[in-house]
C-alpha cells in the first residue's frame, strides 16, 4: 500500500476506469452505437477511446535522451534539419580557423608592441640613472677639488693630491 501511495500522483499509476467488455457484433450493430456496462454508465465508442487517448504516458528518459542527442547533433544539421554537406562543414571549419588565427596574429602583434615599448622605457630610465650617477660623481669630484689643505697634516695632504689627481685623469680620458 505504501508504494501505492507514492505512486498514484503519476499518470501511469493513476486508477482508470475498468476496460470495456466487448459484445459480440450482431448485424444490425453500427459503428457508432451506445452500449451499458457492468456498471450502469453508458459508453459511445468514440468516448471510449477518446479516454484512452488522454492517458498517454508521458515522455520517459529515453525520449529526453533521443531529444538531446538530436539537438546536440544540431551543428551537422541546417535550419531546415537537412543534412549539411561535408564542403560546407568543412568550409565552415576553415572560416573559423581563420577568424582564431587573425585573432592570435592580432593578439602577438599587440604583446609585441608592448614588449618595444617596454624595452623603450627601460632604456629611458637606465639613461636617466646613469645621468644621476654623472651627476652625484662630479658632485663628489667638485668637494674632492675644493678641499682645503692648508691645515692638513703631511699624509692627509698627500690623500688628497692623489684623489686630485685622480679625478683629473678620469676627467682627461672621459672627455678625449
Not at 448485424?27 to 477518446?50: F, I, K, L, Q, R
Not at 608592441?113 to 627601460?122: D, G, M, S, T, W
Amino acid at each position: 500500500m505504501h508504494c501505492y501511495i507514492e505512486f498514484e500522483k503519476y499518470p501511469k499509476w493513476q486508477t482508470r476506469p475498468l476496460p470495456q467488455k466487448k459484445q459480440k457484433k450482431t448485424s444490425d450493430a453500427s459503428p457508432g452505437t451506445t452500449s451499458n456496462d457492468e456498471d450502469g454508465t453508458v459508453c459511445t465508442d468514440a468516448v471510449c477511446t477518446d479516454a484512452l487517448e488522454e492517458e498517454k504516458r508521458p515522455h520517459g528518459a529515453k525520449n529526453e535522451k533521443k531529444e538531446r542527442l538530436r539537438k546536440g547533433k544540431a551543428s551537422v544539421f541546417d535550419a531546415n534539419g537537412c543534412k549539411l554537406s561535408l564542403e560546407s562543414v568543412w568550409a565552415q571549419k576553415i572560416e573559423k580557423d581563420d577568424i582564431k588565427e587573425a585573432t592570435k596574429i592580432a593578439r602577438y602583434a599587440r604583446a609585441f608592441e608592448l614588449q618595444e615599448k617596454q624595452i623603450a622605457l627601460q632604456e629611458r630610465e637606465d639613461a636617466r640613472k646613469e645621468r644621476k650617477d654623472a651627476r652625484k660623481q662630479f658632485e663628489l669630484d667638485e668637494k674632492i677639488m675644493l678641499i682645503d689643505t692648508s691645515h692638513m697634516n703631511a699624509a692627509q695632504k698627500q690623500f688628497c693630491m692623489d684623489k686630485q689627481d685622480e679625478i683629473i685623469t678620469r676627467h682627461h680620458n672621459t672627455s678625449g
